[in-house]
């Protein structure tokens, strides 16, 4: 574990140093608060910081303030060494942002166990910190296929819509279903309709760019958010999609399983609403389905005059 010590005194930064390399631990040297905050500031900085407070220009409890005042989500957990025992001293100290202090001269078995302490409270966040990402990583997916869920997709839809009005761009947005998915659930049953949707989603994943954006929007909807125009149906990858998934047949507990999607395709730009772009995208499906289904329909092309049923 890599340790930041500040010290401006040779002596001391050497024989701390060399400590606690003896307790396995990598130590970062600073002679100076300016070059401990040098590292404090720079990517990846060590969580787990030594400092002195009485240094020539910026002292150990301004490092601490600085520190404090970054705003991120994994704080270096700060012990403050000092020859100041007065309780005033040492409310200073806290109040400044460490989360520890030790008296000098210090006993080495003290240092070695606030050092513990301090090691095991950075363990501590970084844990807490990965389930906190974890259960939000969990919220904004689909339990069944791992896309993002129809939340997370309508507001990575919202984003992408200021995103384009910012910068004068266009996105192109795709909102795709199974032919006649009630059909497969009622013939093969759910867990078969669910293998052909989870092996749907991989081939859509491994067919979109990387930056491209895939969401279940509900049942058997999909949301496919692609940044920039995507040209004509015929041209564009849509209709290279609807090709791939009538070409391949799905692994099910059934056996193969043959589908086709209907898509339906406008583009947007960064004066379109999210419901609007969300209803244009659902009538351009409502107009592949009428059309005979596993092909793609822009918005903008003439509604069907009759109703799907």
Known sequence: MRIL???????????????????????????????AWNVLHQSDP????????????????????LARAKNVSDPPYIIILTARGDKADIVRGLEAGANDYISKPYDAEE????????????????????????????????????????????HALETELHRAGRHGGRLTVGLF?????????????HQAGDEALCGLVRLVQDNIRQYDLLGRFGGDEFLVIAPGSRGSPEAGPFTR????????????????????????????????????????????????????????????????AQQVI
């Open 177 to 189: 279903d199974i032919d006649h998915f009630k059909e497969i659930n009622d013939t093969y049953g």
């Open 241 to 304: 999609l609807c090709a791939l998934v009538d070409e391949k047949p799905f692994d099910t507990h059934v056996g193969a399983l043959s589908i086709t999607i209907s898509i339906g395709v406008v583009e947007a730009t960064g004066a379109s609403t999210v419901d609007a772009v969300i209803a244009s995208v659902d009538k351009a499906l409502y107009r592949a389905k009428h059309l005979g289904r596993n092909r793609v329909a822009y918005s903008g092309e003439p509604d069907p």
């Open 111 to 154: 240092l070695r166990a606030r050092i513990g302490v301090g090691r095991k409270m950075v363990e501590l966040q970084r844990e807490l910190i990965q389930a906190r990402d974890a259960q939000a990583r969990d919220a904004a997916r689909d339990f069944l296929t791992g896309v993002m869920n129809r939340r997370a997709v309508v």
């Open 5 to 35: 010590i500040a010290e401006d005194d040779v002596t001391s930064r050497t024989m701390l140093q060399a400590v606690l390399r003896k307790w396995g631990f990598d130590p970062i040297v600073a002679c100076n608060g300016a070059e």
């Open 46 to 65: 060590p969580t787990l910081v030594v400092l002195d407070w009485n240094m020539p220009g910026m002292d150990g409890l301004e490092v601490c303030r």
